[in-house]
């Protein structure tokens, strides 16, 4: 991410309107930029903080460990996305891979079935072919 867009990402981060990879790429640009951290500090003491002092009657009113507050709840959310990203990625896998053994399993059964009801054919077609044959011989 360039400053440009983290600029414009500052407002919509201060407003809890970042989310997901968006959200993730905008923490990492703060962190490696100290302009853009810097810009960031100040439209949170500007905004948040009065919104903060007016509504939150136990908010503190330090404002620099309230900001540094946020930001630890954010890369905290982060992480924690992060988690369920992984974690919902295996239960995919798990997922698809019990179904690809379950189609290959009822496949092999088909095919197996398949092999037997032949075999039976076979072996019912020869008995049959022998009582005939048989019957012919004892009328
Ligand atoms: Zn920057």
Not at 96 to 109: D, G, P, R, S, V
Request: hydrophobic letters at 45%; proline letters at 1%.
């Amino acid at each position: 991410m360039i400053c440009t867009e983290s600029e414009k990402l500052v407002i919509p981060y201060i407003n809890n309107e970042l989310s997901g990879r968006k959200l993730e790429e905008f923490m990492n640009h703060i962190k490696t930029c100290s302009a853009c951290y810097e810009e960031l500090e100040i439209n949170f003491t500007l905004f948040a903080a009065v919104w903060e002092l007016d509504n939150n009657p136990n908010a503190s009113y330090d404002i620099k460990n309230m900001f540094l507050e946020r930001l630890r709840l954010t890369e905290k959310r982060i992480k924690r996305l992060r988690k369920i990203n992984v974690l919902s990625r295996i239960v995919k896998i798990t997922a698809a891979a019990a179904i690809a053994f379950t189609l290959f399993a009822q496949a092999a059964a088909w095919t197996e079935d398949g092999i037997l009801e032949s075999g039976r054919n076979i072996l019912f077609e020869f008995a049959d072919m022998n009582n005939i044959e048989g019957g012919d011989k004892n009328e």
